[in-house]
Structure formats: C-alpha cells, structure tokens
C-alpha cells in the first residue's frame, strides 16, 4: 500500500512539554509539508521540506520544529513555546517536477489531533 | 496569509441537486487545485486547473478558472450523500516554493 501515515491519531499534551508527531511517506516524494487546521478553518502551513537536510517555515513555523533526516519521514515537534497547540496537524507531500516549481498535488495523511490537558 | 476565500461557506442542497462553490483569490498564480475532506479526516486531491486552462472536467465535477476574475468555481453534479464533506480550493503562486495556500473551505451537506 503506498501512501502517507501519521501517528498518534490523538496526542495529549501536558503543560511545558515537547511532543513529536510522527508522518511517514513511501510514495517516494520528495517534498513533505505539515499545516494546522483549527476547527472550520483552512490549513495553514507550519514547516515544508523540498529535499532531505533542508526545510523551510511556513507561515506559522513559531513554537514548531521539524527534522529531515530521510526522504520517508518529516517528524513535526511541537515545542513548549507554541502556547495555543490544540488542533489537527496535517502531514502531506509531494513530488517535485522540473525546477520551476509550478506545484503538483499534495497527498495528504490522516491527520493528529492534538489536545491539550 | 489566507490567498483564497470559498463562497458560500455552507451549502445544503438535496441529493440530486447540483452544487456550486466558489473560490477567489487575490494574486497571480501557476495552478489551483480542489480538496475534499470528510470529516475528522485529511484532504483528498480532486482536481487540478493549471493557470492557461478555463475548464477541467472528472468525472461528476466540473472546475472553471477564470483568470481575468481571480476566480474558480466547483460543480459538483447529481450529488450523493457520500459527496456531505467541506471543500477546499487551494493556489500556488509563482516563486518556486510550491506552497499550497488554502480557503476556509465551504462545507456542503447533502440531504437525503
């Protein structure tokens, strides 16, 4: 089965702690990508990586980190400093073609929700 | 930053009804493309319209862009219930980065 996977499905987290959202992909992306949805919004994009050992923020990377050490995997933390965490944390990626970036579709895990105690 | 804006928001029509939304943005871009997503669940790919293109069709859908009017819409004909979820419109815009920049999504409900 090819596809993208996230884990937990749920995550709880307690006051002044990092957690770690897992997505794996085997569809032999090379970009991944993580977003945060809040309840009846859009997705907003948190971290993306185009290549392993590089990544870039996105529009709301403050209080998040993120790793690349293999194509297959881009874990996504969730630091202490994100004060405001609960949501649903969406994990895609994509290929990339040419060099001129023109943006192919993004495939899509299922998603983490994270809630806080 | 929000790049697209759904109109409306939310849609209930009965099944076999068609169903339009609408999605405007804001600056020029290379392709938008329409997600679906049920539920508690990720986003499913429907359709991409790349920016020299007017019309895509697949299957039961239908996606117009109009460039002039930094606007697509999404036909969704002879719904089912099975189409009840929130829809998507998604831009990429020019500079290599491949962002994905979403709406707030319109979310349909189909009645039985």
Partial sequence: ?117 | SQQGEEDPQALSIQEGENATMNCSYKTSINNLQWYRQNSGRGLVHLILIRSNEREKHSGRLRVTLDTSKKSSSLLITASRAADTASYFCATVVPGGAQKLVFGQGTRLTINP
Avoid at chain 1, 7 to 21: A, I
Avoid at chain 1, 57 to 74: M, N, Q
Wanted: overall charge neutral.
């Fill in chain 1, 1 to 117: 089965d090819g596809g993208i996977t996230q884990s937990p499905k749920y995550l709880f987290r307690k006051e002044g702690q990092n957690v770690t959202l897992s997505c794996e992909q085997n569809l032999n992306h090379d970009a991944m990508y993580w977003y945060r949805q809040d309840p009846g919004q859009g997705l907003r994009l948190i971290y993306y990586s185009q290549i392993v050992n590089d990544f870039q923020k996105g529009d709301i990377a403050e209080g998040y980190s993120v790793s690349r050490e293999k194509k297959e995997s881009f874990p996504l933390t969730v630091t202490s400093a994100q004060k405001n965490p609960t949501a649903f944390y969406l994990c895609a990626s994509s290929t990339l073609l040419g060099f001129s970036g023109v943006g192919e579709t993004q495939y899509f895990g299922p998603g983490t929700r994270l809630l806080v105690l």
